[in-house]
């Protein structure tokens, strides 16, 4: 019978071989090639995310010496292994030159090009968390110094790694993991363009500072918009009721205006409020204690099911404001400012918002129908935003899954 316990779940079609056990060092040699006639200038370190890059881009300054001619000189599709570990790289990072054609490393790293593997299968490889049993088992005692693993080059070279007899199906998983990669990386661009060009807009969509009209507006919209301050919008909203004694739905602040959540509270549990009150939708809502960390959020339909304390209270809108425009108006770094001068330091982390001062804050708004095109628009960019958001997640998630069930 065939030895299953070295074949991967997953497989292209027409494979069928166990995958053999190979040392580094029948795959690879080192390369300690240094940079004596400062051949580049270029430094380089290794990031788990991007793979080696331009230290300068990475930390935006360099720290390497200006006088490179005693590092590495790494080229085009070479690797490199940084034994520093991280939360994301808990035993270091192996990454191929891609992005330039040759640059400088810390003699830290251990270089190597490769002899006898296909070097996309190779690079996926050390992807996967397959790898980090053979180099724990060369990690010196004590292994960890200030995060940098002691490991020897010439044990390093003697760790195993399971790799396919068949150079096509190497050829077949490096090509297809590429693949994936690119378009990983489309989507990743998608989404970074529209979070930039959300930030622009909201830049150019609203007055700076000082101004009563934005820089860029709808069609038919001429009017300066109005100073007002919140606490003429915005009347206080407190429907109490009794704490049930069943459980109930919870509802939370998120920091930094990232929205809201609910939470069960399960029946028995420890109740501390004595009275609590309903959520109603489209409020501004503020967690008191944590306002100046910008914990504010208005609220939405799915809200309605929960309830909160005192110490998140909550503000309706007046009939010609519109709140969904106003989920936009509590992002702006002015108003964040304003939560954090009106929360009083205490001790540690407890600074409890002065609500009063919170609704002397001024700022500017158009007419309501201004309003509402200005929050149409900016909900339909944030659809679309959190849509490229979830297909790159869900390519990553299958990237990470395939990677466990298609490797050894």
């Known amino acids: 019978m065939a030895d299953q316990s070295n ?45 080696l890059i331009d230290q300068r881009l990475f930390f935006n300054s360099q720290v390497a010496s200006k006088d490179m001619s005693g590092y590495y000189l790494l080229r085009k599709g070479e690797f490199a292994y940084n034994k520093s570990t991280s939360v994301d790289s808990p035993w270091g990072a192996i990454k191929r ?20 593997v296909d070097p996309d299968y190779l690079v996926t490889y050390y992807e996967t968390n397959r790898w980090y049993k053979a180099v724990q088992m060369i990690a010196a005692e004590g292994a960890r110094n200030h995060g940098l693993l002691n490991i020897a080059p010439d044990d390093f070279f003697e760790t195993t790694l399971s790799v396919p007899l068949s150079t096509v199906e190497q050829q077949a998983i490096g090509s297809f993991f590429s693949r994936l990669d690119d378009l990983i990386t489309l989507h990743q661009r998608k989404y970074d363009k529209l979070v930039v060009f959300k930030k622009a807009m ?46 109930y739905v919870r509802m939370g602040v998120r920091s930094h205006a990232k929205g809201t959540f609910l939470t069960d509270v399960d029946p028995g549990a420890q109740i501390e409020e004595k009275e609590l009150c309903r959520v109603a939708p489209n409020n501004l809502v503020v967690n008191i204690v944590f306002a100046w960390e910008h914990a504010v959020a208005i609220t939405s339909e799915n809200d309605a099911v929960a309830l909160v304390s005192h110490r998140f209270p909550q503000f309706s809108f007046h009939e010609d404001m519109s709140p ?14 304003h939560l954090w001068l009106a929360s009083p330091s205490g001790a540690g982390r407890n600074k409890t918002l002065n609500v009063k ?14 309003q509402q095109k200005i929050g149409n628009f900016f909900s339909r960019l944030d659809s679309l935003i959190t849509l490229h958001q979830r297909k790159l997640e869900l390519l990553q998630n299958i990237k990470k899954s395939l990677l466990d069930e298609m490797f050894v």
């Open 7 to 51: 074949k991967p779940s997953i497989r292209f079609a027409g494979f069928t071989d166990p995958w053999e056990q190979r040392k580094l060092g029948e795959l690879a040699q080192r390369i300690t090639r240094k940079n004596s006639d400062n051949e580049s200038d270029l430094p380089l370190t290794i990031s788990a995310q991007y793979g």
């Open 97 to 116: 030159l891609t992005q330039y054609k040759k640059g400088c490393v810390s003699t830290l790293y251990i270089c190597f090009e490769l002899l006898d």
């Open 202 to 247: 909201l830049e150019q969509m609203f007055p700076q500072e000082g101004e009563t009209v934005p820089k860029i507006r709808f069609a038919g919209f001429t009017d300066p918009w109005e100073q007002r301050k919140l606490g003429e919008v915005v009347d206080q909203f407190k429907e109490l009721v009794p704490t049930p004694q069943n459980g």
């Open 324 to 337: 969904n425009f106003f989920r936009f108006i509590i992002l702006d770094g002015r108003f964040r400012h």
């Open 357 to 370: 001062s919170m609704l002397e804050y001024g700022f500017v708004v158009p007419h309501k129908e201004e």
